[in-house]
């Protein structure tokens, strides 16, 4: 079993633990609000060591309830107390979900830091849920430690894939990632998230059947050793540095996958004295315009309107560049024959050619 694997499995252990806990807290009319607070705490302190930073933010969330109840700055109506509850069920869930962290569980517990917000806003004070919460020196010192050792699988990775991409690498790549997800939301923390979520990306595009571009190495090399320069920057002195070698590094990924250097000349498929590779026959029906799922297209556009929201924000016009990446091989993964792929498909086509003309949309 792997590290990441066993610190998923002792979290989800103490997690059951400090959750037990909280139940008989607020069983009676009066909640023992001091428990709530310690507990809530235990819990985010359990979810940042585990590597699980969306489910330590919704654990703040609990905690500043808790702690805004205690101080009479949140009366325990019913809006904070039902708030509480589904938190506590919430975070229950994703506990049993510890061991098989995806990309939709820290959409779920960011939803419910939201919502508790959202319950507690109404109450005179505005709940303040950390944005940050794994800022302190221990976790600095912990997402070093952890983003040294995936720079070192990745650049383990780019020597195995010099000759052809091996799975045991990549996954390789993968399980050490786990570690360091939930760390989009730290704008103190950029260009490093961004970072590791285009290698993450172009890791999970190696392991498909999309083709790889021929400097795929050289990306995972580069991955590497810029991710180990921002690990020790962290280590050294407690911040993110970006090193000069990243704009060059976002810039080779959007080239590399977004590019259409495979494409070729039409005079290649039938040249002039030689054979035509191209033959005649019947070009194969269109499909009607089908709508697509109004549902699926809400919840895409407002992943889009996010999307445009970050890059805004963006710090840098590298980590603008990783974001786009991340972006470009998202809807390349649509399927193009499904009414939702058709529609998003001239966006993909839209960054393909602004990155063929050198230009980024902003």
Known sequence: MSTAARRAEFFALEAREYLADLDPAVAGDAPELERLVRGARALRGAALMAGLGTFARAAAGLEALARQVRDHATPWAPGPRAAWLDGLQTLRDLTERATAWEAVDDRAALALADRIERATSGGGVKMTVPATPALTPGVRAFIARESAMIAGSLEEAARALAPVPPQAALAAVLERMRALRGLGGSAELSPLPE????????????????????????????????????????????????????????????????????????????????????????????????????????????????????????????????????????????????????????????????????????
């Open 195 to 362: 970072l590791l979520d285009a290698m993450e990306m172009a890791t999970r595009t190696l392991l498909s059947d999309v083709p790889p571009p021929p400097d795929v190495a050289t990306l995972f090399a580069d991955g590497g050793h810029v991710l180990a320069a921002m690990a020790k920057s962290m280590n050294d002195d407690g911040r993110v540095e970006q090193p000069r070698e990243l704009a060059g590094l976002a810039d080779a990924l959007l080239t590399s996958y977004a590019g259409e250097r495979d494409v070729v000349p039409i005079g290649m498929l039938a040249p002039e004295g030689g054979e035509s590779l191209l033959r005649r026959g019947t070009p194969p029906l269109l499909a009607g315009d089908a709508t697509p799922v109004a549902l699926e297209l809400v919840g895409v556009g407002d992943h889009l309107l996010e999307i445009a929201e970050q890059l805004q924000r963006s710090p840098s016009s590298a980590a603008a560049d990783l974001r786009l990446f991340v972006l470009h091989r998202t809807l390349a993964t649509m399927p193009p024959k499904s009414p939702t792929g058709r529609f998003l498909a001239p966006l993909a086509q839209a960054l393909t050619r602004r990155d063929r003309r050198g230009s980024r949309p902003r």
